[in-house]
């Protein structure tokens, strides 16, 4: 009685180990995952963005990105221990597919539900917010199912008879970059904070000629060949609208209304 007992008790342990230790690699081999399509997502929007091109394109841009990026900083690590590049491309389309593709739906359908954030321009709170949204959404989602592969033996558990391999330092291997997963954990931590900062920074207007107006800054017009010798740094006097001008030479400073532009251009990007 006392064996089995004994027995019961030690299959239990064990299979608290496993379990324990798969959700620890599927948290890992989810931010390896995490990173690259982090990478290709954030570059796709800004593509997309930059471009004026509406959601649709702005989805299919990023999620292919994301498959690129994800799929090249996973076979990069198999190349370096000496795996032929397409038989190390084979490993891992077989490991990270479900897991990228899962991040992507994920990822994808927080910034198409948040109001704003698919359209919102790169230098915008609500753009950046949303990234970090849905990429820690995307992050939630995709470990259990990197856990139920790995349970599998499927999933990362195929790439795992590589990692104790020795990296080349001879030949064209020793240059392919070594990318450690925390460090490009913390770069992107850092990218998105600092985007976020700049669209503060650019929202309460630090740093700008302002009116004191909400939502408005001062710009140059110039409409001369030497508009560039000349400088305004006073405003001259108001216009037939009470917002002010400066004008010196062939340079004249008017105001705009930041916010109203930025909901225009955001009408017509949505209405493409």
Request: with cysteine.
């Amino acid at each position: 009685m006392d064996h089995q007992h004994d027995q019961h008790h030690e299959m239990s342990a064990t299979h608290e180990h496993h379990a324990g230790a798969n959700l620890s690699m599927a948290v890992a081999a989810t931010l390896h995952c995490l990173t690259g399509c982090a990478i290709g997502e954030i570059a796709g929007l800004m593509i997309a963005t930059g471009a004026g091109l509406g959601s649709g394109w702005s989805v299919a841009i990023s999620i292919a990105l994301a498959f690129v990026f994800g799929y090249s900083l996973s076979t990069l690590p198999l190349v370096k221990v000496g795996v032929a590049p397409l038989a190390a491309l084979s490993v891992v389309l077989a490991a990270d597919t479900l897991s990228i593709a899962t991040m992507e739906v994920a990822d994808n359908l927080v910034m198409l539900v948040l109001p704003g954030a698919m359209n919102a321009g790169l230098v915008n709170v609500v753009f950046w917010v949303g990234m970090m949204i849905s990429l820690t959404a995307a992050f939630l989602v995709a470990v259990p199912v990197n856990k139920w592969l790995l349970s599998r033996g499927k999933g990362h558990a195929l790439t795992h008879e590589f990692h104790g391999m020795t990296a080349s330092d001879t030949g064209w291997r020793r240059r392919v970059p070594a990318l450690p997963t925390g460090s490009l954990v913390a770069v992107l931590i850092a990218f998105l904070l600092g985007g976020l900062t700049v669209s503060i920074a650019d929202e309460a207007g630090w740093g700008q000629h302002s009116s004191g107006q909400p939502g408005s800054e001062l710009v140059r017009v110039a409409d001369g060949p030497d508009a560039a010798d000349h400088v305004v740094d006073d405003v001259e006097g108001i216009d037939a609208d009470g917002r002010p001008f400066g004008v010196l030479g062939d340079q004249t400073w008017l105001t705009i209304d930041r916010s109203l532009v930025q909901r225009q251009l955001a009408d017509a990007v949505g209405e493409l």
